[in-house]
C-alpha cells in the first residue's frame, strides 16, 4: 500500500517563475493539506482540499493556489517565487476532515529559489 | 487553537526512558493532544494522541493530568534512531471545518551511545 507520494523530489527556480507541485494521497484517503516548511522551523498550513474544495487557508497570499482533483490527488501552485519560497514543501493525506483521523505526511519537495 | 510550549531540546543516552513534557494551558473541551516525530528532510510522522489520562502504543505513552494543561511523551529505552524533532500539537477532534495541524519548533532529541 503507497503511502502519499510527492513529485519532484527537488526543484530548483528563479525569482519571478512559477512552480507546480504534486501529491497523491494515501490510498483510501479523500482529503489533502499542504504545508510550508522552512529550515529550521516547524511545518506551516497553507491549506487543505477535500471534495475538490479549498475548507481551510492559513496565513499565505494569493500567490499559493491549488487544486484537488476526483481522484483526490492535490496540486500545489505558486506563482511569482521570491527567495523567501524556498523551503520544504510538504503534504498530508487523512480520511476526511475530523480532527480525530490521522494525517499521513509525504517526503516532500525540497523547493530552492535561487 | 491552544498555543503550546515544549523545550528546544533534549539529549539522553541509548537504553534510558526520555519523557518530553508540552504545556498547553488554553487547551478547549474538544481538543486532543497529539504527537509527530520528524526526521531531516522527511515528513512528520504520527506517533501517539489522547484526551486525558493515560494512552499507551508500541512506540511510546501519553500522560495528560486531569487539567490537561500539559502532557508529557514517554519515550521508553530510546536507541540512536530515536533522534528527532518530536512535535506536540492541540487539534480539534470533530467538525467538518478542517484539521489543520499547528506546529511549533519542536523539541530536538539527541541520543547518544
Known amino acids: 500500500d503507497a503511502g502519499v507520494t510527492q513529485s519532484p523530489t527537488h526543484l530548483i527556480k528563479t525569482r519571478g517563475q512559477q512552480v507546480t507541485l504534486r501529491c497523491s494521497p494515501k490510498?483510501?484517503?479523500?482529503?489533502v493539506s499542504w504545508y510550508q516548511q522552512a529550515l529550521g522551523q516547524g511545518p506551516q498550513f497553507i491549506f487543505q482540499?477535500?471534495?475538490?474544495?479549498?475548507?481551510q487557508r492559513g496565513n499565505f497570499p494569493d500567490r499559493f493556489s491549488g487544486h484537488q482533483f476526483p481522484n483526490y490527488s492535490s496540486e500545489l501552485n505558486v506563482n511569482a517565487l521570491l527567495l523567501g519560497d524556498s523551503a520544504l514543501y510538504l503534504c498530508?493525506?487523512?480520511?476526511?476532515?475530523?480532527?480525530?483521523?490521522?494525517?499521513?505526511f509525504g517526503p516532500g519537495t525540497r523547493l530552492t529559489v535561487l | 487553537l491552544a498555543k503550546t510550549t515544549q523545550p528546544i531540546s533534549m539529549d539522553s543516552y541509548e537504553g534510558q526512558e526520555v519523557n518530553i513534557t508540552c504545556s498547553h494551558n488554553?487547551?478547549?473541551?474538544?481538543?486532543?493532544i497529539t504527537w509527530y516525530q520528524q526526521f531531516p528532510s522527511q515528513g512528520p510522522r504520527f506517533i501517539i494522541q489522547?484526551?486525558?489520562t493515560k494512552v499507551t502504543n508500541e512506540v511510546a505513552s501519553l500522560f495528560i493530568p486531569a487539567d490537561r494543561k500539559s502532557s508529557t511523551l514517554s519515550l521508553p529505552r530510546v536507541s540512536l534512531s530515536d533522534t528527532a524533532v518530536y512535535y506536540c500539537?492541540?487539534?480539534?477532534?470533530?467538525?467538518?471545518?478542517?484539521?489543520?495541524?499547528?506546529f511549533g519548533t519542536g523539541t530536538q532529541l539527541k541520543v547518544e551511545l
Open positions: 498530508a493525506s487523512s480520511l476526511g476532515l475530523a480532527g480525530s483521523n490521522e494525517q499521513f
Open positions: 490510498s483510501g484517503h479523500d482529503t
Open positions: 482540499y477535500y471534495e475538490e474544495e479549498e475548507r
Open positions: 488554553n487547551i478547549a473541551t474538544n481538543d486532543y
Open positions: 489522547g484526551y486525558k
Open positions: 500539537l492541540v487539534v480539534l477532534y470533530s467538525g467538518g471545518g478542517g484539521n489543520k495541524l499547528t
